[in-house]
């Protein structure tokens, strides 16, 4: 079974910036992996999603032009670039893997294995 370890959370102030990784410990194992994000008393919201094999990269709309996802090269973690953090992205962020391209970037019930998360606090 792949494991999937996000680091890279923190407590930062407002119009910081953090990023986030995602080690899986087989990198041979997904073909999308997402980020996604719980704040407390709130669901789980989706944040972004890249599929291995074009590096396709999908922002939800209310993060695109502050967060990216990334990956270096096929053995690198995926980043989640968090820019300009605002109180309100405070909330743990995990990662979530799966094995196939499916077309569906932000649908949690499309991805098999979740990482245990990190958490982002950003204060005023």
């Known amino acids: 079974q792949v494991l999937l370890v996000e680091s890279g959370g923190g407590s930062v102030q407002a119009g910081d910036s953090l990023r986030l990784s995602c080690t899986p410990s087989?990198?041979?194992?997904?073909?999308?992996m997402g980020w996604f994000r719980q704040a407390p008393g709130k669901e789980r919201e989706a944040i972004a999603s890249?599929?291995?094999?074009?590096?396709?990269?999908y922002l939800v709309d209310s993060v695109r032009g502050r967060f990216d996802i990334s990956q270096d090269n096929d053995k690198s973690p995926i980043y989640l670039q968090l820019n300009d953090l605002r109180p309100e992205d405070t909330a743990t962020y995990y990662c979530?893997?799966?094995?196939?391209?499916?077309?569906?970037?932000?649908?949690?019930?499309?991805?098999?294995?979740w990482g245990q998360g990190t958490q982002v606090t950003v204060s005023t």
């Open positions: 979530a893997a799966a094995p196939m391209f499916d077309g569906r970037p932000f649908d949690a019930r499309a991805y098999d294995t």
């Open positions: 087989d990198d041979t194992y997904w073909g999308k």
């Open positions: 890249i599929y291995r094999r074009l590096r396709t990269r």
